[in-house]
């Protein structure tokens, strides 16, 4: 095996170890051209030589920034709809219906820049104004995500054009953004209170989170191996209440653990349902 392999080989199992995501072995391409800036500041020759700089150490400073530039943070407003549209139809009048007057809790798993914690509360915000009284004793979303930058950014709240226009109708944008400038716009404040951020590795314990009604687990495990796809949803099934949900991305399955989640069909979409 050539150095650049090996180094390239080592890079794998560093990142595997530290975030869950599973390179494939022709992704030299995508290493170099999310790490070469990276490398070039911190006067970085080869990959070999970042490898030896950040193993070991603590999370935190470079070691961050090297997995936090590996994620790739795809994302946009009520993605693929459905999941929204369930949740208002279907999953909040069950649990209302279940348990009147409680207080619910989602959590989403990998937040990206916030749209999909947002577009909940938005959701919600929906929900209460066509079921007025339902909500009393409100919800919390509880949003997580590894990366650093892509938390601030979700606490900042604030979205260019760009980001705007991606899954977001005039409607919502006017009813739930404040105009902040040329071409940008900010979260409003009921919309933004509702959401609480804190960064979690998802291989990492959950303990500290609490018990969910629902969860929003979408299009992050796709980057994991079958095992550790099945580990975190084992972990998550026991974050989860009697009753609850949990939603995956639209192109994702959950294969197996049949014994604990139930899948429900929705038209269109999938959701699953603790056992
Ligand atoms: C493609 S985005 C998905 C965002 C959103 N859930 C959606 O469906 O639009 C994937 C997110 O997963 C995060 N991520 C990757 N590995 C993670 C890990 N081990 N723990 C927590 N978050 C992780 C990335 O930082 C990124 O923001």
Sequence with gaps: MSSGNLDFEQFRTFLEKSCGILLGSNKQYLVSSRLNKL???????????????????????????????????????????????????????????????????????????????????MAIDEFERSNLGQLRAGIQIVATDLSGSMLNACKAGEYDSLAMGRGLSQERLQRYFDPKGPGRWAVKAPIKSRVEFRALNLLDSYASLGKFDIVFCRNVLIYFSAEVKKDILTRIHATLKPGGYLFLGASEALNGLPELYQMVQCSPGIIYKVK
């Design 39 to 121: 490398m070039e500041q911190h006067g970085i020759k080869t990959l070999g030589e970042l490898v030896q700089r950040v193993q070991g150490q603590p999370r935190g400073g470079l070691r961050e920034q090297v997995v936090d530039a590996m994620t790739t943070n795809e994302t946009l407003w009520f993605r693929d709809t459905y999941p929204f549209e369930v949740l208002k139809s279907r999953v909040l009048p069950e649990m209302i219906k279940a348990s009147p007057g409680q207080r619910l809790r989602i959590w989403s798993a990998a937040c990206s820049s916030g749209q999909e914690p947002y577009s909940l509360s």
